[in-house]
């Protein structure tokens, strides 16, 4: 028999949502400069992806970003900085520079996937803007397994009356419609990324309380629970002990899906404008900013809705490659098809 190998799209998962990760955690190391920097909105704002500008630096403290700096000398003014900047050619006297070089000025900055209408670079925001939806993908996920775990469990062993009342509660909260309960939570709560986190996870913990509920009270019936009942363990311990870890499979593949559809459901939110405000960064809210200039910034919506779309299927693929290998049943029709390979063929009779 084989070992057991991670199926295809478990690897694909943990590659996508890894590199997402490791993306949002680095952030202020990958990112070459401040989240607000706005150093020449004007000369700055919507610049293609590749846009490599000269950065001046005036002696008043302010900076000046140019398509072409060159050095001239013994001109009429004396010697300066002609600048190519907006179509237009301006000259500078030197003693207003502050980072001269022999050839022009020593500072530039590369706009790797463009600059959005404030002249922001767009890379920067996308790694900012990273941590953010991601935090609040993971820890509103926190929160509602928190919250299905407990109340599922709850419901599973708190007897008749404690379940009716628990899942009806349940049941009342699945038929309220979801999009106008988020829209009515956002309305009356301030914006922001704790509020985020608290409607997102007080909303959506439902599925996992179900599910949760219905694995602890098949494995109630288990010989092990009753055994673990016959000695005398209390319903806490035995849920601990011995529910709740033979439980742990559906429930980790039921949350490792719904990070994702978190995270597609906080950026849907900051698109509409209820969700995070401007300027904190989100991909939700900087796809919004992009709709109003497609025509004349088309990447400043592409980069954050293609980085959403990977997080997302990495997301998914992750959570159905953790099905396929942490289902005992997919293990038993493996080793069933391999002890049926490995035997010998049956020659038919002479």
Same mark, same amino acid.
Request: with cysteine; charged share 15%; glycine share 10%.
């Given at each position: 028999?084989?070992? /057991?190998? +991670? ?13 997402? +990760?490791?993306?949002?955690? #680095? ?31 005036? #002696? ?42 022999? &050839? ?8 790797? +996937?463009?600059?959005? /209408? ?29 919250? &299905? ?44 990324? &704790? ?41 806490? /311990? ?18 490792? +899906? ?55 299927? &990495? ?36």
């Amino acid at each position: 028999m084989s070992s /057991k190998r +991670l199926p295809g799209s478990l690897r694909w998962g943990i590659g996508m949502t890894g590199l997402v +990760l490791l993306a949002a955690l #680095a952030a202020p190391l990958l990112a070459p400069y401040s989240l607000s920097e706005q150093l020449d909105p004007v000369a700055a704002r919507y610049r293609p992806p590749g846009t490599v500008l000269q950065a001046v630096h005036l #002696a008043d403290g302010r900076w000046r970003l140019a398509d072409r700096v060159e050095r001239i000398a013994d001109g009429l003014e004396g010697n300066g900085l002609v600048l190519e900047r907006l179509g237009r050619r301006e000259i500078l006297p030197e003693a207003q520079v502050l980072n001269l070089t022999a &050839g022009g000025v020593a500072d530039r900055r590369v706009f790797l +996937l463009g600059t959005d /209408k404030f002249g922001r670079d767009l890379w920067t925001r996308m790694l900012y803007g990273a941590r953010v939806s991601l935090a609040v993908g993971m820890l509103s996920m926190a929160l509602a397994l928190t919250l &299905g775990v407990a109340v599922g469990s709850a419901a599973a062993l708190g007897g008749p009356l404690a379940d009716a009342l628990l899942m009806r509660t349940v049941d009342a909260i699945i038929s309220f419609p979801f999009l106008f309960l988020m829209i009515l939570l956002s309305a009356l709560f301030a914006p922001g990324t &704790g509020a985020m986190i608290l409607i997102l996870g007080s909303v959506t913990w439902t599925g996992i309380c179900r599910l949760t509920r219905a694995e602890v009270r098949g494995l109630a019936r288990r010989e092990f629970a009753v055994a673990a009942r016959a000695i005398g363990q209390t319903p806490i /311990k035995i849920l601990l002990r011995h529910l709740l870890p033979n439980a742990l499979t559906p429930i980790l593949i039921r949350a490792t +899906l719904l990070i994702g559809n978190l995270i597609l459901l906080e950026s849907s939110l900051s698109f509409l404008g209820l969700g995070i405000q401007a300027p904190t960064p989100t991909w939700g809210n900087m796809i919004a900013e992009g709709r109003e200039a497609l025509s004349q910034g088309w990447w400043i919506a592409t980069f954050p809705g293609a980085a959403l779309a990977v997080t997302v299927i &990495g997301f998914n693929l992750l959570a159905d490659g953790l099905r396929d290998f942490l289902d005992p049943r997919l293990d038993l029709a493996r080793l069933d098809l391999e002890t049926r390979s490995d035997r010998p063929a049956m020659l038919p009779p002479s």
